[in-house]
């Protein structure tokens, strides 16, 4: 069991001058069962523009073990607002609903012969 110092100092070491420590911290941070996903997510995400390639290597694997485990694919890059989705133009029945009504040929009035 890690303590909620023990793991701020993991999390805090994740930005320490020497790479090794770095590499160690993702590695722990991975195991923390009380940091959630999301979390985790933005570390190994923050990792991935670390100076030392075996730090990167180690956040792509530990995001390619969270896309495994979790079946949906994990953005790698971080998040960036995309354009707001437009609502779907109505079509002309749904303005007019008695535009949309076509009768039954048997059930109008007889016509006069």
């Given amino acids: 069991m ?3 110092r023990q793991q701020d100092l993991i999390i805090q070491n994740l ?3 020497s790479a090794e ?3 160690k911290s993702l590695q ?4 923390l ?10 570390y190994y995400q923050a990792a991935l523009q670390d100076s030392e390639e075996a730090v990167r290597k180690m956040a792509q694997r530990l995001l390619g073990s969270l896309d495994q485990a979790g079946g949906q694919p ?6 960036s ?14 303005a007019d609903p008695a535009a949309a009504f076509v009768p039954d040929a048997g059930s109008g009035p007889a016509e006069p012969s």
Avoid: W, Y
Wanted: hydrophobic share 35%; glycine share 2%.
């Fill in 33 to 42: 069962l009380s940091v959630p996903e999301p979390d985790k997510i933005k």
């Fill in 81 to 94: 607002p995309g354009p707001a989705p437009q609502p779907a133009p109505a079509s002309p029945e749904a």
């Fill in 28 to 31: 722990q941070v991975s195991t």
């Fill in 15 to 17: 930005k320490s001058i």
């Fill in 2 to 4: 890690v303590t909620k």
């Fill in 74 to 79: 994990v953005d790698h890059a971080p998040a």
């Fill in 21 to 23: 420590i770095r590499l």
